[in-house]
């Protein structure tokens, strides 16, 4: 039995009024299907207040380029370095196989990337440099055809320089001057130029997952996120500083994006606890708005009896983002089973990984992490399968195919095995009945 206890317990859960977003984002998206490139633009000038260029030209993306100091290049070098490596390791995991099956019928694995990637870049409340990192890079090193960027402009100014510069070392094709359900939208249709995406990914606010959960299905994507959220384990050993810190480092992503402790030290839980409201109050303004709403609405401080215990509850919460600071790194690295990234140690922290340690920051959250893990190279590659075989070789498969296929009452299968067998061994007569 479960003694849990919660030294801090949220009001609220993630919830939006979904069945507005939902009617919202419908209506846009049918709008831009029917009408095209004249409907997104008027959506364009509605909620981006932007008039300019929709598809970057070279000499506006040299300009932009232009005003990025060196300094800033250097560190977004640096990052698109690692997550660069990192992709490569996981393309290294993905193979063409092939075996035989029995003498003469081969089998095989071949993984093709997917051609066109539409990948969004938030560029409102914060500009995400790290997210055209994660998802440019991870599909160039994947060997996608072509890959858009597409972030929303700023009246007056486009796309922030940052996020151009970005883009284009991380090898995107084409950048996009366009925001939420539109920019999908026109990702998604191809237009202004574009080849059909067939995938998207990057995250957004509720109105951009609203637009990738309806259109799923005609175009591939890389999952339907929610508020971003974190969980940190901590025992005794633990600095409630640094502990307090990181879950506040979270928590200023958004109100609504939540930040669980879950530790089986009361005094660290207190500590914490006491510790937060001055880190936020420390923060800037709209930072600390974010994170003070968060914390009051979302977060829990939850203290658990034991190591299995903290386990269980990490588990069960699933967290895109899982820090440890516990004792005996090796045991929670081998008993967690459901969160989108792992931190271990103190030494690291989910900023690392936001920003510029290498692997991805586009994960799973709303406890999807239970059966999914985040964006990676894999993503972008079409694992399919292939088959080839000689005659001799297809004769037990295709005698196995007819009699399954007429138990499963599929006359029509059936006959396309019965029609190889009498072309491939017309001297040979064959039991085909269904073997009840």
């Not at 981006?48 to 040299?62: A, M, R, S, W």
């Not at 290049?73 to 193979?95: C, M, Y």
């Not at 510029?356 to 586009?362: F, L, Q, R």
Request: aromatic share 6%; with cysteine; net charge negative.
């Amino acid at each position: 039995m479960s003694r849990r206890e919660y030294l801090k317990k949220a009001t609220k859960t993630q919830t939006t009024d979904a069945s507005e977003v939902h009617e919202t984002v419908k209506t846009i998206l049918e709008e831009i299907e029917q009408i095209g490139e004249e409907k997104a633009l008027e959506y364009a000038k509605k909620f981006d207040k932007y008039e300019g260029n929709v598809i970057l030209t070279q000499e506006e993306i040299d300009a932009a380029i232009a005003l990025v100091p060196d300094k800033l290049k250097a560190d977004i070098q640096f990052a698109h370095d690692n997550v660069r490596r990192f992709a490569e390791l996981q393309k290294g995991t993905v193979a063409n196989v092939e075996m035989e099956i029995s003498p003469g019928f081969v089998a095989g694995q071949k993984a093709i990337p997917v051609d066109a990637v539409g990948c969004y870049v938030p560029g409102g409340r914060y500009s995400h440099i790290a997210s055209a990192i994660m998802t440019v890079t991870t599909a160039k090193v994947a060997g996608c055809s072509h890959i858009t960027a597409c972030s929303p402009p700023q009246p007056g100014v486009g796309v922030a320089p940052a996020i151009v510069y970005t883009a284009q070392i991380c090898g995107a094709d084409k950048i996009m001057a366009m925001g939420g359900v539109q920019g999908v939208a026109s990702m998604t249709l191809g237009l202004f130029g574009l080849p059909k995406a067939n995938i998207l990914v990057g995250p957004g606010n509720q109105y951009v997952a609203e637009a990738k959960r309806i259109l799923f299905g005609r175009v591939g994507m890389d999952m339907i996120a929610g508020p971003t959220e974190s969980l940190v384990i901590a025992d005794k050993t633990a600095d409630a500083h640094i502990v307090a810190t990181d879950l506040v480092s979270q928590a200023e992503h958004g109100y609504n994006s939540p930040v669980w402790l879950v530790t089986n030290d009361r005094a660290l839980g207190e500590k914490v606890i006491e510790i937060v409201p001055g880190l936020i109050a420390d923060l800037p303004d709209m930072n600390k708005r974010n994170a003070e709403a968060a914390w009051r609405d979302y977060a829990e401080v939850i203290l658990c009896s034991d190591r299995e215990e903290m386990a269980t509850t990490s588990d069960e919460h699933a967290p895109e983002h899982l820090t440890v600071q516990a004792e005996d790194l090796d045991y929670w690295l081998g008993r967690l089973k459901s969160y989108g990234s792992l931190f271990l140690g103190e030494e690291t922290t989910v900023a690392y990984g936001d920003k510029a340690s290498g692997p991805n920051h586009v994960l799973p959250t709303s406890r999807a992490a239970g059966y999914t893990g985040g964006l990676s190279v894999h993503k972008f590659m079409k694992i399919v399968t292939w088959q080839r075989t000689t005659r001799d070789a297809s004769k037990d498969i295709a005698i196995a195919t007819a009699r399954i296929s007429r138990l499963e009452g599929m006359e029509g299968h059936a006959r396309s095995a019965d029609v190889r067998l009498a072309k491939y061994f017309p001297e040979e007569t064959f039991d085909l009945k269904a073997v009840e």
